[in-house]
């Protein structure tokens, strides 16, 4: 094996530091208490802080426009541009930066658990805890592996480093930069560790569908315990607070993971080796596989208050973030599955939290319709949380994960397509946000409705009862569920409209949205078929 300073010098990084590598969950979590960035909280969690970042910078985050990426990235509002002049000058005080260090973490790591979709990612933090998370978040070679590794990318992570508008090209002190030609990442002014996975993430994306492989920001499990006697993969698309991890962690469902994934001919595989969940007003009756993980060493929690004498966690406080984080190696879901894939998808289910009430808590998608939510990659999000906020806000991310796609998003959604149709995929929409009105009069969707009826899905349960077409989106709503009314559940849930007290409000709020639907769909519309087209809502 060739040691990690000399690897190291070969890809031009020198540094006198104390070079720390490849080190176990143990090691990191002594280092991190000794260098003061985080403790250890009553049951064994690393509680840490990341100061003024609780969230992504995406304003921040810059791809380097050169002949490898011009005609392949998708250049906009999404993707900005740096010029390889300014990724240079940045590069060049990182490593600056780097030799002035006492003590670096170096860990390699795997983005994907299928061998032959997998790539090889090496990243250098000054963090103890930072490399800790990656270290979780990612997939953990074996030895063998180790002895034999060589880094294709290179992430370098100094959340002391303060990036320079004028010299680097930037927006702020804070700076993303990827070079897809260098397969460099350079991530400094943030503590916040989710950057990092968000980067390999983003690798991923773009690698990926040049090999036919669709990669997915989305959830998955498979039916059955472990995974066996014949168990059918379901995979949940859906933006921050739709509930991609809580739907998923299923205890009679195995978990193939929470976030990120890629479908290849073969498999639906995980692209980490742990999960990320938000933490705020976690509930043990709710989540109890999610819950216990905040009670174990080995866990990272981020923002999440303590109390400093009898460090106990207090979930619901949300005085040093709302977006309160835990990540978690996977096998701390006991029903995870151990080779962390499964089969290709026989379910694609599409999750939003509709704060406008007007969405049906499920309803049944042609390819089509699949792809033309897919593109459209909608949910809803108060207007805040002050008393009296009565306005949602519609939010469209495309493929449910624009932030992270770095190509057009045409490419995921014909691979999308392609896939349900060469699979016979059954897809659903299924709505996690509001009911009998908007936010501010409505009530949240019922977990007990949602989970029976997504269950009814998933076990084929919705496959011959009668359905609707939807006025306002033409896509199928159930009628009647029995296991809604097995659980206590009034049928009346599943006709959002029969819901509201006031029938002409409702109509005029599903007017809006329909009409927010068909301006975000409008860029789109050169890139796909008429049929999709066809599937998109018609204004009134």
């Not at 070079?179 to 560790?193: D, M, Q, R, V």
């Not at 991609?244 to 962690?249: E, G, I, M, Y």
């Not at 949300?318 to 309160?324: F, G, I």
Request: hydrophobic residues 40%; proline residues 5%; charged residues 20%.
């Amino acid at each position: 094996m060739i040691p990690l300073a000399h690897s190291l010098a070969a890809q031009g990084i020198e540094t006198e530091a104390s070079i720390r590598s490849n080190l176990g969950t143990p090691a990191l979590v002594e280092a991190s208490i000794a260098a003061g960035e985080g403790a250890l909280s009553q049951h064994g969690a690393l509680v840490v802080q990341t100061g003024a970042k609780t969230g992504r910078s995406a304003k921040d985050k810059f791809i380097v426009r050169d002949a490898t990426t011009e005609d392949t990235v998708w250049w906009g509002k999404v993707n900005a541009a740096m010029t390889p002049a300014h990724f240079a000058a940045l590069k060049a005080d990182f490593l600056t930066a780097l030799a002035g260090q006492q003590t670096l973490y170096v860990a390699d790591l795997f983005g994907g658990s299928q061998p032959e979709h997998r790539v090889n990612v090496r990243v250098i933090n000054e963090l103890a805890w930072h490399n800790l998370f990656i270290r979780t978040l990612l997939v953990r070679p074996d030895e063998s592996e180790l002895a034999n590794f060589a880094p294709e990318y290179t992430i370098i992570d100094l959340p002391s480093f303060r990036a320079d508008p004028a010299r680097h090209g930037t927006n702020s002190e804070t700076v993303i930069a990827v070079n897809l030609s260098e397969k460099l990442i350079l991530i400094g002014g943030t503590k916040y560790a989710g950057e990092m996975k968000k980067s390999v993430f983003g690798i991923l994306n773009y690698l990926l569908p040049a090999k036919g492989v669709m990669p997915m920001h989305c959830s998955a499990n498979i039916s059955g315990p472990n995974g066996k006697n014949g168990g059918k993969t379901a995979v949940f698309f859906g933006l921050s607070g739709t509930g991609k991890t809580t739907l998923s962690a299923d205890a009679s469902r195995t978990l193939i993971g929470d976030d990120e994934h890629g479908w290849s001919d073969t498999a639906v595989f995980n692209f980490e080796g742990g999960c990320y969940a938000k933490m705020i007003r976690l509930s043990e009756e709710a989540e109890p596989e999610i819950y216990a993980t905040t009670r174990r060493f080995g866990t990272v929690l981020e923002n999440v208050v303590m109390d400093p004498a009898t460090r106990e966690l207090d979930l619901d406080d949300n005085s040093l973030a709302e977006n309160t984080r835990g990540a978690y190696p996977i096998d701390f879901i006991p029903n995870a599955s151990k080779d962390n894939l499964g089969p290709v998808p026989s379910h694609v289910v599409m999750l939003t939290a509709d704060a406008f009430g007007v969405l049906p808590p499920i309803a049944r998608l042609t390819p089509e319709q699949a792809m033309y939510h897919f593109l459209s990659g909608y949910t809803a999000k108060v207007a805040g949380t002050e008393i009296g906020v009565t306005e949602p806000e519609a939010t469209f991310s495309t493929c449910f994960g624009a932030p992270f796609m770095p190509r057009h998003p045409s490419v995921y959604g014909n691979l999308l397509k392609q896939r349900i149709a060469k699979g016979e995929v059954q897809c659903w929409l299924l709505n996690t946000g509001w009911t009998g009105g908007k936010y501010g009069t409505g009530n949240r969707m019922p977990i007990k409705a949602t989970r029976a009826l997504l269950n009814a899905a998933l076990d084929g349960n919705l496959d011959a009862v009668e359905y609707r077409e939807d006025a306002n989106f033409g896509f199928a709503v159930p009628v009647h569920v029995p296991v809604l009314a097995a659980a206590g559940i009034d049928q009346t849930i599943l006709d959002p409209r029969s819901t509201w007290a006031d029938k002409g409000e409702y109509d005029a709020t599903a007017a809006k949205l329909v009409q927010l639907f068909i301006d975000n769909f409008a860029e789109f519309e050169a890139h796909v078929d008429e049929g999709v087209r066809r599937a998109a809502p018609v204004a009134a």
